[in-house]
C-alpha cells in the first residue's frame, strides 16, 4: 500500500512547524500549504476544469485549471508546474501572485485550512487531462466566470470563489 501523502503544516506566516498525513489535515481542519494555478489563453480566458466525480471532496465542481499542495522541500512555482502536468497534461511558465488563508467546512465533515498561493501563467493549446483528477474542462471569458459565480455559486468550488472575490485584481493582470 502506498503511503499517503502528507501535506505541509504552517503558522499564519507560511513558516512550516511540521507534516500531516493529507486526510488527518482535513478531518481536523488544521492549517496547511496550498496552491492553486490560474492558466489564461491570450484571450483572457481562463481554464477551467470540473473536478473528477469519485474526488473526495468538491467533486463534480468547477474550479481553476488546478491546485494541490506542496510537497516537502519543493517550492511553490515547482510544485504548481508538477501538478499542472499531472492533472492538465501540459506545463507553462507560472508566477506566484498572491497568497491568503482560508478555511472552508465542506458536507463531508473534511475541513480546507489552508494557506494558499495564487499562481497565474498563460497557455494557448489544449490540455491532455488526466480522468483520474478532472472530469472536464473549458475556457471561459474572464468576465462570464466573475457573473456565472453569482448565478451559480453551488457549481465552483469554495476556494475558488474566495479567489475571485478577494483577488481578481491579481489574477487578471
Known amino acids: 500500500m502506498e503511503e499517503e501523502e502528507k501535506v505541509i503544516l504552517v503558522n499564519e506566516h507560511d513558516e512550516e512547524i511540521g ?9 481536523k481542519a488544521v492549517l496547511h500549504r496550498a496552491f492553486s ?9 481562463l481554464m477551467l476544469q470540473q473536478r473528477a466525480l ?18 516537502p522541500g519543493e517550492d511553490n512555482i515547482s510544485a504548481g508546474t ?20 482560508y478555511k472552508a467546512p465542506f458536507d463531508n465533515g ?14 494557448n493549446g489544449e490540455p491532455q487531462i488526466n480522468e483520474d483528477e478532472v472530469a472536464s474542462w473549458k475556457w471561459m471569458p ?9 448565478v451559480n455559486p453551488e457549481i465552483y468550488t469554495a476556494w475558488f470563489k474566495i479567489i475571485f472575490e478577494r483577488f481578481y485584481t491579481h489574477i487578471t493582470r
Open 19 to 27: 507534516l500531516m498525513p493529507k486526510m488527518e489535515a482535513h478531518e
Open 37 to 45: 494555478v490560474f492558466v489564461f489563453n491570450d484571450k483572457k480566458e
Open 54 to 71: 469519485h474526488k473526495y471532496h468538491s467533486p463534480g465542481l468547477w474550479t481553476n485549471t488546478c491546485c494541490s499542495h506542496q510537497r
Open 82 to 101: 508538477r501538478r499542472l502536468q499531472e492533472e492538465m497534461g501540459f506545463v507553462t511558465m507560472l508566477k506566484d501572485v498572491v497568497s491568503f488563508m
Open 110 to 123: 473534511l475541513t480546507e485550512h489552508e494557506y494558499d498561493h495564487v499562481l497565474v501563467g498563460t497557455y
Open 142 to 150: 474572464i468576465e462570464s466566470v466573475k457573473e456565472d459565480i453569482l
